[in-house]
């Protein structure tokens, strides 16, 4: 479980969802193909549920088959901390800011792209479309959305 005060736990408890405080917080998983961005093709960023630092764009989305989340890469870096859980290595993602578990990354994803498949819990993220980037204070950011039009 992450390193907080019992106070900052208490009041992030009352901040997020049950699924939302164990993924960040108790390094939980959210059911494949049962979580809110899965499937989301829409355009936008996604950032940590806690802190609200940017993380991924949706431009660098893909669709894995594993049911959750897939990018190809961060907009912003990562923590990565070895997972030896469950009888496996892989390598745990953390948000820098919040030090919220994010997911896992693993080498399987498009090889055009890097290579790399950011699989990632709906529940650590909040989604932002391009829309309202800007009213929601993310404007330096459609500039990503910029370069493919």
């Given at each position: 479980m992450s390193k907080r005060t019992k106070e900052e736990l208490k009041a992030l408890k009352k901040q997020l969802t049950p699924m939302q405080f164990h993924v960040t917080l108790e390094d939980g998983t959210e059911p494949a193909f049962y979580n809110e961005y899965w499937d989301n093709e829409a355009e936008?960023?996604?950032?940590?549920?806690?802190?609200?630092e940017?993380?991924?764009?949706?431009?660098?989305?893909?669709?894995?088959?594993?049911?959750?989340?897939?990018?190809?890469?961060?907009?912003?870096?990562?923590?990565?901390?070895?997972?030896?859980?469950?009888g496996m290595s892989r390598i745990e993602v953390r948000s820098l800011s919040s030090d919220?578990?994010?997911g896992h990354v693993f080498d399987?994803?498009?090889?055009?792209?890097?290579?790399?498949?950011?699989?990632i819990n709906s529940a650590a993220l909040r989604f932002i479309p391009k829309a309202d980037m800007a009213k929601e204070g993310y404007a330096s950011y459609l500039k990503l959305f910029n370069k493919t039009e």
């Open positions: 936008g960023i996604y950032v940590d549920v806690i802190s609200n940017v993380l991924f764009s949706s431009l660098d989305k893909f669709d894995s088959g594993c049911g959750w989340p897939s990018f190809s890469k961060p907009v912003a870096p990562l923590t990565k901390n070895t997972d030896r859980r469950y919220a578990h994010l399987d994803g498009p090889l055009d792209k890097g290579g790399l498949r950011y699989c």
